[in-house]
């Protein structure tokens, strides 16, 4: 089995890629809907496992930004030498990075820590962590705080990589306002929403382990992790999101009322959706 298939494989297993049943779709922060969602952390274990792992990261970050990458890798350590997906992960990233002539390993806030640490630890470079309000910690392969040098090729490990809004607005320009050169990222997952056009104008050349793709969920189809109908709507998100949800509504017309019943998230998203234009109650 080769690379792409075992880290297929596992984020079906972990539930890191979910499909919706036919008739229940997710709700997208956008407003839209559609059939899978994606969340790369549960390569940790499980939904339980990176929840856990995402508490502590906020809380290391509220207690102290300095020694807060020292909590999170010790964690991540941890897990490492207890989950199998985790590990497989990891050596993944790690063996691709290798690849790379950089100084330096870095990861955004909050999700990335779980990609970027690791492989950082293991490949001897030091890690710059880089928090939301565009502060940093940097630090050596151990995540012991260290004097930051003025100059280096920084590899920057993320998650996900959807539009790489967040490269644009924080990742990049805070590598580069250090004095530090940034022409390569590795992430786990492209979700092929024009992230690698963002890049490549960033002048930042893109790599993944896996992307969001028919072939992945042809895999899936073919490894029964989804059956035919949940695929079949999947192709029709994959070719045209707005027709996917459009088409939808129309099939279930009263699917917008219900939702906003529902309360919580569900009518939140309901009522964002129609603020949007992409739904109505007629």
């Known amino acids: 089995m080769n690379n792409s298939e075992t880290i297929n494989n596992m984020l079906f297993k972990t539930n890191a890629v979910r499909v919706a049943p036919a008739d229940k779709p997710f709700w997208y922060t956008s407003g839209k809907l559609g059939p899978f969602y994606i969340n790369t952390h549960f390569l940790s274990r499980d939904e339980e496992t990176a929840n856990g792992i995402l508490k502590l990261i906020e809380d290391s970050i509220a207690e102290d930004k300095t020694t807060a990458p020292e909590n999170i890798f010790d964690a991540l350590a941890d897990l490492y030498n207890s989950s199998e997906t985790y590990k497989k992960t990891i050596d993944m990233l790690t063996d691709k990075a290798s690849e790379y002539d950089c100084d330096i390993i870095s990861g955004g806030e909050r999700r990335d820590f779980f990609f970027s640490m690791l492989p950082a630890h293991f490949l001897d470079k030091d890690h710059l962590t880089i928090y939301k309000d565009l502060s940093t910690a940097y630090t050596d392969c151990n995540m012991q705080s260290k004097d930051a040098p003025k100059s280096g090729k920084v590899l920057h490990i993320a998650d996900l990589i959807t539009e790489a809004s967040s490269y644009e607005r924080a990742w990049i320009p805070v590598i580069r306002n250090l004095g530090y050169e940034i022409t390569d990222t590795i992430a786990v997952v492209d979700r092929k929403q024009n992230g690698r056009k963002v890049l490549t104008d960033l002048g930042v050349n893109m790599v993944t382990l896996t992307a969001i793709d028919k072939d992945l969920f042809d895999h899936a189809l ?12 999947v192709m029709k998100f994959l070719s045209d999101p707005d027709i996917y949800m459009k088409d939808f509504l129309a099939d279930n017309p009263d699917f917008i009322a219900e939702q906003i019943a529902l309360g919580g998230k569900a ?5 964002l959706a129609i603020s949007k234009g992409f739904a109505s109650l007629s």
């Open 222 to 233: 073919a490894n029964s992790y989804i059956d035919d109908a949940q695929h079949a709507l």
């Open 267 to 271: 009518k939140e998203r309901a009522e």
